[in-house]
């Protein structure tokens, strides 16, 4: 008798952390032979992997397993998921209480439990064992030329609008040669490009440090110890890693993104250009330390794209205090920015400490004086790369055109062929806009 085929559907929000866990996930799923589906009517299972970063985000969650409960009034055996931050951070469990109908509702380290908790639902579907640490689990990707690495879990710093610590609790570090190994084995499969993951991934303390070479160059700090490594290993072509705290962005750091295979790209996030802003964020620098780390990244590596992330309309931020962001923000010169409006999130320091007290349509403005800074400087900038030469991995191609990342992480188009995907290129460009590089093959 043939077994009956079981579909699952998997819906990510947020940041690359959770689509590298549902990666994971859709590991576990295929393993219990298991297939995806593209619709979500055709899937007997269901998982929402969720984000709190913001409200909207989590409206989202909600609106979505109402629709799901609808559909399980037609397909009752429909078995709907829930993780990720919402059920990391939801102590006293009134977030689930705004849920329509949802059956397992679990924090992300528990998605080991996944096939044993699915199978007592439905007992056609087979359970497997796994080890207790979920980042053992090797994520299942289609792109087989980049993959992310987590070497860290949760966080430490209790920024006062973040609820990552509330949602993924306390720094984990993963142990060294869990990393190494698995470096290793994603480059026997053809990765070309790997980046690192952590809330704060160049605060990594590995927790086996006896496995660095003992001609390891650096001696403090050992995310850069563990980025040399990297770049010792052949068949790797590029390193990349996000995102970074300032604080621990130290000379060893620093001179690592001098080393070979590392891209020519930082993400850096700031938040704010005001010192009071940031103070009562937390973030533990101020202004005049973030400006001078980024001019020590540019004294080593002049050529080098920066992108931050920052928050307008945090409580307290007024046009002065803002003003100071968009001046940090011409000062830095960032090639990128990835601008929130504040989002009071509850059990934050933030949303018991301070009022939120900037009105919706001055965030908004206030974003937009951002956003619009951003794309003046980015098309200025674009503009310096015609008729350089940049490398690219490529990971689209559709009508002759081929597309992929530089270095610099700019997105690059150019008339290729097919069987260019998953390999670096050499371009040089010829047209640039905001957010696009075009250019010839060399
Ligand atoms: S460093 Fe701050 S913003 Fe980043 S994850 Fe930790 S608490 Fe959140």
Redesign the pocket.
């Known amino acids: 008798m043939n077994e009956k085929q079981y579909f699952y559907h998997i819906i990510t929000f947020g940041c690359q952390m959770n689509k590298n866990d549902s990666a994971r996930m859709e590991s576990i799923l295929k393993s219990m032979n298991l297939k995806p589906t593209a619709e979500p009517e055709d899937a007997d299972i269901i998982i929402m992997n969720s984000c709190s970063v913001r409200e909207t985000a989590e409206r989202r969650v909600y609106g979505k397993s109402r629709i799901f409960a609808e559909l399980k009034k037609k397909k009752p055996n429909l078995i709907v998921c829930v993780t990720g931050c919402m059920p990391g951070r939801d102590k006293d469990g009134k977030l689930e209480k705004r849920l329509h109908d949802v059956d397992l509702y679990f924090p992300t380290r528990d998605m080991v439990m996944l096939p044993k908790w699915l199978s007592e639902i439905n007992p056609e579907l087979r359970s497997i064992d796994l080890e207790d640490d979920y980042l053992t689990v090797v994520p299942r990707t289609k792109n087989k030329s980049q993959a992310f690495v987590t070497i860290q879990t949760g ?1 430490n ?3 006062t609008y ?1 609820v ?2 509330h949602a993924r609790g306390t720094e984990g570090n993963r142990s060294l040669k869990s990393i190494l190994d698995e470096v290793k084995e994603l480059v026997s499969k053809g990765c070309l490009e790997i980046t690192l993951l952590g ?2 991934v160049n605060h990594y303390i590995a927790p086996d440090p006896e496995f660095f070479s003992s001609n390891n160059p650096y001696q403090k700090n050992d995310f850069a110890k563990l980025l040399w490594e990297i770049n010792q290993m052949d068949g790797v072509e590029r390193i990349h890693w996000t995102a970074p ?1 300032p604080v621990y962005m130290d000379d060893e750091v620093i001179d690592a993104l001098t080393l070979p295979k590392q891209i020519n790209f930082i993400h850096l996030p700031v938040q704010s250009g005001n010192s009071e802003i940031l103070k009562k964020m937390n973030r533990r620098h101020d202004r005049d330390f973030y400006v001078d780390v980024i001019k020590k990244i540019r004294a080593k590596k002049p050529e080098i794209a920066i992108g931050t992330d920052i928050i307008v309309g945090f409580s307290g931020e007024t046009e002065e205090k803002f003003q100071d962001t968009v001046d940090l923000f011409r000062e830095c010169d960032f090639d990128i920015s990835y601008n929130a409006q504040y989002s009071q999130r509850s059990g934050t320091v933030a949303a018991k400490a301070f009022t939120d007290n900037i009105p919706k349509e001055e965030k908004k403005r206030r974003w937009f004086v951002l956003q619009h800074l951003m794309e003046s400087i980015a098309y200025k900038k674009n503009q310096e790369y015609i008729r350089r030469e940049v490398s690219v991995l490529v990971d689209t191609y559709k009508n002759g055109t081929c597309g992929g990342n530089s270095s610099e992480m700019k997105r690059v188009n150019f008339p290729g062929k097919e069987d260019y995907l998953g390999t670096i290129v050499p371009i040089r460009i010829n047209r640039a806009a905001e957010w696009i590089l075009w250019g010839d093959m060399v």
Do not use: A, D, L, W
């Open positions: 966080c710093h209790f920024c973040c990552v610590p809330q704060i705290h």
